[in-house]
């Protein structure tokens, strides 16, 4: 999906520009000399220049081979391509992560205090938590558990296998909303990069984002619905907002990140349509205030449940979700460019390639951006980052699901936003006129192909019937059009009185039909 660029999405930019230089900045200060800090400097301006150039170059490459190479087949051979590279990245995604299992101290592993409180036995008791997403966690791993019996290793593979689930959500998300290129991108650092698959570690944070990806799966399904049907009046192109609210509102009873949902809800207003000039800004904001009405429904439909299923007041459990996320201290989230990001890594050289290759994607995003003059795709990701920092930052999150993951999550989708940059934007206008064309061919292939291929249909022997039916038999007409005939000579039935002079028909040879 295009969005239109505004003064909102170039502040967006900007501040994602300034975090790309700070990044640059923390990886190549540390490698300076102390008295020569400016080296560091030089080094990070040089980088930006270079991997800027890169950018545009790139992407002037491709909008070349794009002019060159537009029929069908081209399209069909990369929808083969991009399959086969998702397969191969989840399956080395889950090779990677049941190596990850084998190699565990499964004993320490039992000690968890997550395993430890869902453990069957005489005296479990699952503690009824405030937090939805902590509880709802609780009580599937100790179903889980009573299913296939006290073992560590189903606890873990459990957790691998919400993992992998969630970035395959992801993935089907992000290519609706961005692009192909932005979600093979996302999977190929959540399938691949060690912080991810290397980190297989009990919690409830997995199922809650993936739960969050199925959220926003149905937002990229209501903006998609609005963004090929947006000039239809009425309350059908706006419906699947209702249904993405609700999802939103439960979400956010389960944990406060839920609310970032409404952050995509909301660039319906820049959400470029089929026809600009019959999608105005009421119609796009009754889809908002739909989504927002969906989510208010969600939200009280689940506060309400848990007070039947708790046995207490609806306003009392209400409180206790408001007192649960209100904000409790300031303090700067852990820093992204650190060693946190290159978990896994072997050895510090390893570490510090991976923290290179990161930061010199983000820029390449940060140079994207101008690629296109009208359209962009990462303001999104952009913003909800941002959110989830100030969340963090202000400590509205819990200590169970603290948003690290999910932040780290978002910064790979930013990643692949800013490659997705890169690539020539398809319009709207140009995508449908794509289709059209695609459907004549294929309506013109198929009755070429009827044609060649109709045949009579053969009589089925009627047995089952009691009485012949009788069948009407084809009669072929006369041609009625006048066909060349050999001359006849015409005999007449009576004498004329002066034969050799009057007589009109005169003898012609038998070789003789007019055509000379």
């Not at 998300?173 to 060690?194: C, D, E, K, Q, S």
């Not at 309350?235 to 699947?240: A, F, K, N, T």
């Not at 205030?289 to 209400?318: E, T």
Request: proline fraction near 4%.
């Amino acid at each position: 999906m295009n969005y239109k660029k505004n003064v909102i999405s170039v502040i967006l930019w900007l501040l994602s520009a300034i975090m790309a230089g700070t990044g640059a900045m923390m990886v190549t200060m540390p490698s300076a000399p102390e008295e020569s800090q400016w080296i560091g400097l030089v080094i990070a301006g040089v980088w930006l220049a270079v991997t800027g150039l890169v950018a545009f170059l790139l992407s002037r490459g491709l909008q070349k081979s794009r002019e060159k190479k537009t029929n069908v087949d081209n399209r069909q051979t990369a929808l083969v391509v991009e399959g086969i590279l998702t397969v191969l990245l989840v399956a080395a995604g889950i090779v990677l992560r049941i190596r990850e299992i084998q190699l565990m101290d499964l004993d320490v592993a039992a000690e968890d205090v997550w395993f430890d409180t869902v453990r069957v036995t005489t005296q479990t008791q699952i503690p009824q938590v405030v937090h939805g997403a902590v509880y709802l966690y609780l009580q599937i791993l100790h179903g889980l558990l009573l299913l296939l019996g006290n073992k560590i290793t189903v606890a873990l593979g459990f957790q691998a296998g919400l993992q992998i689930l969630g970035w395959i959500l992801c993935y089907f998300a992000v290519r609706r909303l961005t692009g192909p290129a932005a979600a093979v991108t996302a999977l190929g650092f959540g399938m691949l990069w060690p912080l991810c698959w290397k980190v297989v570690v009990l919690g409830p944070e997995e199922l809650y984002q993936m739960l969050w990806m199925i959220g926003l799966c149905l937002v990229a399904a209501a903006l998609n619905t609005f963004r090929r049907k947006g000039e239809q009046k009425g309350v059908r192109p706006i419906l699947s907002f209702f249904i993405a609210g609700v999802a939103m509102g439960v979400l956010t009873y389960l944990d406060i990140t839920g609310l970032l949902l409404y952050l995509p809800i909301l660039s319906v207003f820049a959400l470029e349509t089929a026809e600009e000039e019959t999608v105005g800004f009421l119609h796009r904001m009754w889809a908002a205030l739909l989504a927002a009405f969906g989510g208010a429904v969600g939200f009280f439909v689940s506060i309400a449940v848990d007070a039947c299923v708790s046995g207490k007041l609806m306003g009392n459990v209400l409180t206790a979700w408001g007192r649960l996320f209100q904000p409790s201290a300031f303090s700067w989230p852990v820093a992204i460019y650190d060693g946190t990001m290159t978990t896994g890594a072997d050895t510090v050289v390893a570490g510090k390639i991976l923290i290179f290759l990161l930061v010199t994607m983000q820029i390449l995003g940060v140079f994207g951006f101008w690629c296109q003059k009208r359209r962009e795709r990462q303001s999104i990701w952009i913003l909800l980052w941002i959110v989830l920092e100030l969340l963090m930052t202000f400590q509205i999150t819990t200590p169970d699901i603290q948003g690290m993951w999910m932040h780290v999550r978002l910064r790979y989708l930013l990643i692949g936003a800013g490659v997705q940059s890169l690539i020539p934007y398809v319009t709207m206008m140009q995508e449908k006129e794509r289709e059209s064309t695609e459907t004549v061919k294929r309506r013109f292939r198929l009755k070429v192909q009827d044609l060649e291929t109709e045949e009579f249909p053969e009589e089925e022997p009627a047995d089952f019937q009691e009485e012949p039916v009788e069948t009407e038999k084809i009669q072929l007409i006369e041609n009625p059009l006048p066909l060349p005939k050999k001359h006849v000579p015409k005999v007449l039935d009576y004498k004329l009185d002066n034969d050799d002079d009057s007589d009109f028909d005169y003898p012609v040879a038998d070789d003789d039909d007019f055509d000379h």
